[in-house]
């Protein structure tokens, strides 16, 4: 029998893997919840599984995805992207239940998905941090010390409580006066909260770019780094647009940004694909941020630009198999850029459009594109996951002739049925600074512009559905 | 003769006509559509004859006003500014006219000053000349239009609203012209709205000397209906007496009940030795042959009865209301008895109601009175809402005498004097809080409105909602051609329709097979542009099944109501619920208001108790039978 490997996942990240798995010679087993039983990546798939009704439980249910895996034979778990990828608990069970988990060890997850021992691990490895203090002193002495910290790295900056956590405990500093009063006040809240009055201060980088780094590591002791990719084209740390390399036009700097990410790979005794995501401040001072440990939606750009296959060498790295290629062997060909294309509305603050038929779907191509989709025309969208239909990448050999290539690709896209981000996407790759390669974290804050378009629904598609409604009424139903 | 184009200053347009040897025509291409076509005539019918009307050299082209906004949202599905705008376009040489019922605008009931003032303002960017009447002809109700339309640069053109009788002498007709021109001043034109076609020529012929002898210098505007075949000769006489403007339309689309056509005034007229100014026949044949193709499309919308009706002299049923009525009998199953209902029942009720002029909102009145009556067997035993809005005086007071007191009795209850002091007269409408109708508007249609979109909602809130809604979904469909937007029976398979969107956009649409699955979902597959689209739509709810509305007698529905079921009593919409949930209600208290034929009609309670469940709401179109609310005895 073939190897067989389980795709614990759905979407174009299924669709992505079976790829990968069925070009390696194995066989992929797909899984699903009912109300994706219309989804393509059932289709190509040489076996599915159906774990239950959901939504989203089963795909997160982790006794029933090694179940699935066991009854079906599959050697190994592929987890793709969100669900169960960096739960450790879920790597762990497949460790003691003698599948492959395609990814790191669950140790390596657990220690890089808790922000002190990660933190800890990447000081004790010198890898450049966000400046922050030790739990401030009690009293005057703390005030003194924050006040300090204040004066060196400048304002803004955090006041964090150290036993708080999702967001709660954390208050913006802008001034010394501010500093004063909010110390105190802070700490009675923590002790409230947290049983715990301790806090710390963190440095705030203003409108940073986000950049990161992908890496792959062997169980031979080799780990490379494929280059940069910046995604600081952002809503609510939800990434849009991915591009590869980054457009910083400092080279040394993204040498030692990546000499930075493999010695945080290697602290961390990191093995399989990871991504190292650092800040970097209009300074040019980059910050380490954390360590993915999956497989990224966005590592398409990084593979168009390399021509390395990510996934494909995830698999063998599982299977123990040595990196067949040396950093030196990593070229840096060209530029890449990748949109989500989203079924979802900009000009509604991003509302899903889930529940509605993909009336018609027209996709582009040619050279120098990809796609990772799997959607189709007739399908209905179901209203239970997430939104994302199908990511568009281009490739070119210059950033000006990839911008060209992605406008050429929107305008020749057309989904109906679902409003889209497809017209929002125009409008950036038209806009001045994203031509030019020059936007960070504030992007979509500080170019309100690009959502002012027309939607999709063109007069033309609109005339349509009333030609529609004559026809099938067999008179005009308004004229009466 | 210099021709007088748009943008005119009202005194230099006035001072032409009063210096003209000849005489002017308006084309009335709104009241054509309006009398022979229920309106229904396309703003791309207009377009394709645009360019030949603005050759012609009209006075002005009346192409807006009366019920066509309404329409024009409800029916057409164009926005009554865009069709202001797309025809001005073509059109940058004629003055447009509009026809405005006063305070009661291009509605039914009258409006706050307010609303009354900002519809002005905003339709007269559009407008030129501005028709106005009050079908009591009481002058206090059009000053607040003629002061905007002043305001505003624009023509006044004040009506007399016209009909016969020993009250409607010239006396009358010239005190009241005084009247109007003590509010508007000199440099106005005054029409003559003659708008059932009554009268003789000679009748009209002595009206028209008459107001010249008094009032030399304003210009004469002649308004009438061919509903008995001879507007032509009024026109002769009125323009032989000094009439400088007459109406009539083309002769494409000329009917029964609309203006006569304006090739066969002008061709009488030259007899007479009179010349109309700034006309080109040339380009009037031309319209004419331009059009002639696409009436096949309006067939639908013409009369149920084809013929003249000289009879009118007796019914005075206005030339807008002769279709809308004919369809009504037809649809309604009472076309047997419609010469009762003309012929004699109307006339009475008229006289009754103290010989007012039939026109509207007045003439709905008239016919949905006299309908009832013969409909019901017992006169005035059911009265309109309307009805006793007008006893109670609400629009303005009778112009010659009150109507008898039994019939206050019949209609306002036997404390009818007690009910008339207390509640008679003209109330000044409070003006309302414009901003929060824009709120209310927004949240209806998730956008900002504009100005014009809030006008069209203070106008017809509910219908306008519709429209702006269907214009988000299907676009400007006022660019498809009848013969796509008035299809019968669906479109053949393979058939190709093209046509350009607002944008100027050509389009190209091949129907495709519309298959059934079993489970009786119909797709419409299209290829819109080269590209396949594909429609879905759910069964419909099988007639026959639960939810079939049972048509029950109008006695079975009264047995209801006495039962505390109240049921709607004809085919309406709900304008308002009066009560809420737990309420007590006394019999003879109102608990909704019903429209119906423009009309509006109050649902009364028939048993005291309590509202226990309320089954319709506002804007909900009801079937006779249909359940409105239940009263419960109160234990």
Known sequence: ?480 | MARIIPGSPAKEIVDTLRSAKGYYLTNTARDLSQSDFKNRLLLHTDLIAAEKRDNAGYFSLEITGGASIHVDMLRKQVNPFTKLRKLREKMPNTMFQTLCRGVNLFGYRPYPKNIVRFTVREFAKYVDVWRTFDFLNHVPNMTAVFEEVARAGRLNEPCLCFSTGPEHTNEFYVKKAQEIIDVTGRDITLCIKNHGGLGSPVRIGELVDALKQNFGDIPIHYHGHNTDGNDVGRIVEAVKNGASIVDAADSAFTGFYGPPPILSVVQTLREYGFHPEGLDEDAVIETSEIIRDERVYYEQFESQIKGFQPTVQIHKLPGGAMGSSLEQASKGGFLDKMPEILHKELPRVQKELGNYWSVTPGSQILWTTAVANVLDGERYGNPSGDLRNLLLGKYGPFPFYQPEDWIYEKVLGENWRQVLEEEGGIEEIADIDLALERYELSSLIGVEPTDEQLVLYLQHPNDAVDFFKFEEKYGQVHVLPPSIFFRKGGFYQGEKLSFRDYHGKEHMIEVGPSPVTNSGETSVYLMVDHHQTIYTYQKKTAAGGDAAVQVLTKEEIIDLAKAGDVRSPFNGKIVEISVEEGQEVLVGDRVAIMEAMKMQTPILCEMAGIVTAISAKKGDTMHPGAKILKIDLNE
């Open chain 1, 1 to 480: 029998m073939k190897t067989r490997i389980l795709v614990a996942n759905r979407g174009e990240i299924a669709i992505r893997l079976i790829r990968a798995i069925q070009e390696l010679g194995y066989e992929a087993i797909a899984v699903y919840e009912t109300p994706d039983e219309m989804s393509s990546h059932i289709r190509i798939a040489d076996e599915a599984v159906c774990l239950g009704p959901g939504p989203r439980s089963d795909y997160l249910n982790i006794d029933k995805i090694i179940r699935a895996a066991k009854k079906s034979g599959a050697a190994a778990i592929h987890p793709g992207y969100g669900f169960l990828a960096e739960n450790p608990y879920f790597a762990k069970a497949c460790e003691a239940s003698g599948v492959i988990f395609i990814g790191p060890s669950s140790e390596i997850i657990s220690n890089l998905g808790n922000k002190v021992i990660a933190r800890k691990i990447m000081g004790d490895a010198k890898i450049p941090m966000v400046p922050g203090t030790a739990n401030l002193s009690q009293g005057k002495e703390g005030i003194r010390e924050a006040l300090g910290f204040a004066e060196k790295y400048g304002y803004p900056v955090m006041l964090k409580a150290t036993s708080g956590g999702g967001g709660r405990g954390i208050r913006r500093i802008e001034s010394d006066k501010d500093m004063v009063e909010q110390i105190p006040v802070a700490r009675a809240e923590a002790l409230a909260a947290f049983n715990d009055d301790s806090v710390y201060l963190e440095k705030v980088v203003v409108n940073p770019k986000h950049v990161e780094v992908q890496i792959l590591a062997d169980s031979f002791g080799k780990t490379l780094h494929l280059g940069t990719r910046d995604c600081s084209i952002q809503r609510r740390n939800q990434k849009l647009v991915e591009i590869a390399p980054s457009m910083i036009q400092n080279k040394e700097l993204l040498d030692n940004i990546c000499e930075t990410a493999v010695l945080a790979a290697k602290a961390a005794n990191y093995l399989n694909a990871g991504t190292v995501e650092f800040l970097i401040d209009s300074d040019m001072n980059y910050y380490f941020m954390e360590i993915n440990t999956r497989v990224q939606v966005e590592h398409t750009v990084t593979e168009m630009i390399t021509g390395i296959d990510i996934v494909r060498n995830q698999i063998n790295i599982a299977f123990g198999k040595p990196l067949s290629f040396g950093q030196e062997d990593v070229n840096i060909r060209g530029h890449a850029i990748e949109v989500r294309i989203n079924a979802e509305d900009p000009k509604n603050n991003f509302m899903p459009e889930g529940g509605k038929k993909v009336s018609v779907y027209r996709s582009t191509g040619g050279f120098g594109v990809r796609l990772d989709g799997f959607v189709y025309q007739g399908y209905i969208i179901p209203e239970v996951y997430d939104s994302l239909l199908v990511k568009l990448t281009v490739h070119g050999f210059t950033w000006e002739e990839t911008v060209g290539r992605l406008r050429r690709c929107l305008a020749n896209f057309t989904i109906s049925g679902p409003k889209t981000t497809i017209p929002f996407y125009q409008n950036i790759a038209n806009e001045r600074d994203f031509v030019n390669g020059d936007f960070d974290t504030s992007y979509i804050d500080t170019h309100p512009y690009i959502f002012h378009y027309e939607e999709d629904s063109s007069e033309a598609s609109k005339l349509a559905r009333f030609v529609a409604e004559i026809h099938y009424a067999k008179e005009n139903p308004f004229a009466k």
